[in-house]
């Protein structure tokens, strides 16, 4: 997600840096955001040539190089401790006037801003992954959000082409909440034995007009993703959420998705 987001505002024109946790990780995701980049060049996607893009982009492992920008969207894993370390760190070294973004599907806002000395200029953006080709950012507001940082995300999300939808600081917000229940209805399903991953996905495509079925989006957004997310519906909304065991078992066993080259699909 972290390399997608960094594309998304490269290729219109802003100037991106991607701190990660170490040297490695670093040097992957300027690996990945250099590849998306050209592919979208090579498509006709993007008109500005490769070097001027990158000659905007630049990889560290230190927060202190975000200390000029205006914007930093954070995008680690879903895990409320990391994200909530992680974001205080980054407030320590941005500017007072600067705002940070949690790139978050499914956790409290609110509750992540506690960690903040700034949590007026703090809020939601939940980007899509792909993120290049979504047209969609979900725009979270919590409690103590303030109408400028939410006028500010109105703007770039704009500025991306893309189209925000403003939700208030709920589990699961509008498009997980809505999402994961289908997706979890369908695992129920495929584990009844009603109908196979490829003819459920088909139901969706074909009968309500969804680009990707919700088994299909499960395995590129990630099983284990899709797990946290689900437990913690679970734990905030009430049974309707609760994980179904064939997502347990596959995530146990590693079958994780297109990540993993196996989910509900075999992607080898």
């Not at 299909?216 to 913690?232: F, N, S």
Request: proline share 4%; hydrophobic share 45%.
């Amino acid at each position: 997600m972290g390399a997608g987001i960094a594309h998304a505002f490269l290729t219109r024109g802003a100037k991106v840096v991607v701190v990660e946790r170490d040297e490695e990780a670093a040097q992957g995701a300027r690996g990945r955001v250099e590849s998306s980049v050209e592919a979208s060049i090579e498509r006709g996607a993007v008109t500005v040539g490769l070097e001027a893009i990158l000659n905007r982009f630049a990889t560290s492992t230190d927060y202190a190089d975000f200390a000029f920008c205006d914007l930093v969207v954070e995008a680690v894993p879903e895990d409320p401790t990391l994200k909530a370390t992680a974001l205080a760190a980054v407030e320590r070294e941005i500017s007072p006037h600067a705002y940070l973004a949690t790139n978050t599907s499914s956790l409290s806002v609110g509750d992540l801003a506690q960690s903040l000395a700034r949590p007026e200029n703090f809020l939601g953006l939940h980007f899509f992954n792909p993120v290049p080709a979504s047209t969609l950012i979900e725009v979270v507001v919590a409690g103590r959000t303030s109408p400028e940082v939410l006028a500010a995300a109105r703007q770039w999300v704009h500025a991306l082409g893309k189209t925000a939808v403003v939700v208030r600081d709920a589990p699961g917000f509008a498009s997980s909440r809505l999402g994961v229940a289908i997706a979890l209805e369908a695992m129920r399903m495929l584990e009844e034995g009603v109908a196979s991953a490829e003819d459920i996905d088909n139901a969706m495509v074909l009968g309500y007009k969804h680009p990707v079925g919700p088994l299909r989006t499960t395995d590129i957004v990630g099983l284990d993703v899709r797990l946290g997310i689900a437990e913690y519906l679970h734990k905030t909304l009430g049974e309707r959420f609760a994980p179904p065991q064939i997502l347990r078992d596959k995530v146990a066993n590693g079958e994780l998705g297109r990540k993993t080259g196996k989910g509900f699909y075999d992607w080898s």
